[in-house]
Structures are given as structure tokens and as C-alpha cells.
């Protein structure tokens, strides 16, 4: 059976495949502005009690899992609504690009959904700065995609190939840039050969 995937990697693999590998395959991870706001955020949804309040129970740090879909993480905040859990990912900064944060969000739910034996219809994402949450539909479209990526972390984790660079407006804000270089040149054009052409071919 195949090891269950991270769902902070499902995250990483959406944001960037090439980040994903650098943390997961290379084990490399820097801080910046973006991912210290972002652990700060974390650890206040984590720390404190488990609460019921208003017929609402309030789950810190549940640890997650599916057999089933082979995914495994924690979340960070569950909340259970007469028994039914919706998970609540806390976010800091603006949404990532390209769903990132809906398919990771999604991926909880599957999780959930399994552990609880419930149907979960929608989550919530809380963005820290505004102080508003906003609901996230698990459409099919939206769960077929958390299957769809975690196939992509597989495989990139199976192949152990580093994908190429994105070198686009995400590497501004990856905390991995220097790690990467995304813009460096990388390989010589297709029929270059550096030692038969002059400097003045060049
Ligand atoms: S610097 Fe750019 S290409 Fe490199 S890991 Fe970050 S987002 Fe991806």
C-alpha cells in the first residue's frame, strides 16, 4: 500500500510542484515574512482548549487520516455542529493561487468524512487579517482535484525528479527562492555546444 500523503503537501504541490519536491523530497524549508506569519497564525489556532460553546464543539490540532484516499495531516480547527464536523483552515496572508488552499481545506474534509462517517457539503477558510471566514463548497470538481494531486505527490515522490522552476510571480513570495534559484540559467539550448562556437556566436 502506498504511503499516505501530507496534506500540507497537497498545499505545496498545488502552490508550486517544484517547492513540493525541494520540502518533501530535499527536505529543505526557509522562513520568510509570508511563512512566519503563517506558522504564528497556525500555532494560535492550535493552542487553547477544546471548547463547547452555542451547541458548538471546537477541535484544536485533530490529527487526520484516510485509508481510504491514503492522506494524512492535522487540522486546525474542527468545528462539530450536532455531531457533524466542518473543518476551519486558518490562513494569514491572501488566498494562494490556484486553489491551493481549497484543495488542502477539501482533503480535510475527505479525512473527516471518513473518520466521522458523516458528509461534510463545505468547509471554511479564516483569513486572519479580515477576521471573516469564508465557506469553500466540496463540489466534485473540488474533490476529484484533491484525488487528482494527490496522484501528483506520488508520483513526484516515486520519481524522485525535481520539477523545473515555475520563475513566475509565486516565486516572489516563495520562502524558497534562494534555495531554488528559479531564475538561474540552467541547461544549454538544444543543439549548443559551448565548445565549438565562438564569443562571437555567443
Ligand atoms: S522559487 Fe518559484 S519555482 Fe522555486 S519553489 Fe518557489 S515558487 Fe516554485
Known amino acids: 500500500m502506498d504511503e499516505p500523503v501530507l496534506l500540507s503537501a497537497l498545499q505545496h504541490f498545488v502552490f508550486c510542484p517544484r517547492q513540493c519536491a525541494l520540502i518533501h523530497l530535499e527536505h529543505e524549508w526557509s522562513e520568510n515574512a509570508h511563512t512566519t506569519r503563517g506558522q504564528q497564525t497556525h500555532e494560535r489556532a492550535h493552542s487553547g482548549q477544546n471548547e463547547a460553546r452555542d451547541g458548538v464543539t471546537t477541535l484544536r490540532a485533530l490529527p ?46 475527505l479525512c473527516l468524512e471518513e473518520m466521522f462517517d458523516a458528509t461534510i457539503p463545505a468547509g471554511f477558510i479564516y483569513h486572519a487579517g479580515s477576521h471573516k471566514r469564508r465557506e469553500v463548497p ?17 508520483d513526484l515522490l516515486r520519481d524522485r525528479v525535481l520539477p523545473p522552476p515555475a520563475a513566475d510571480d509565486r516565486c516572489e513570495r516563495c520562502s524558497l527562492f534562494d534555495e531554488c534559484e528559479p531564475f538561474a540559467p540552467r541547461a544549454f539550448p538544444p543543439g549548443y555546444d559551448p565548445f565549438s562556437t565562438t564569443l562571437e556566436d555567443r
Request: proline share 6%.
Open 64 to 109: 487526520l487520516t484516510s485509508r481510504q484516499h491514503g492522506l494524512t495531516g492535522v487540522s486546525d480547527v474542527v468545528e462539530l455542529h450536532a455531531g457533524r464536523p466542518i473543518p476551519v483552515e486558518y490562513k494569514s496572508g491572501r488566498a494562494k493561487p490556484r486553489l491551493a488552499d481549497e484543495v488542502q481545506l477539501c482533503a480535510q474534509a
Open 138 to 154: 466540496f463540489t466534485p470538481d473540488l474533490r476529484a482535484a484533491v484525488l487528482a494531486v494527490r496522484d501528483g505527490v506520488r
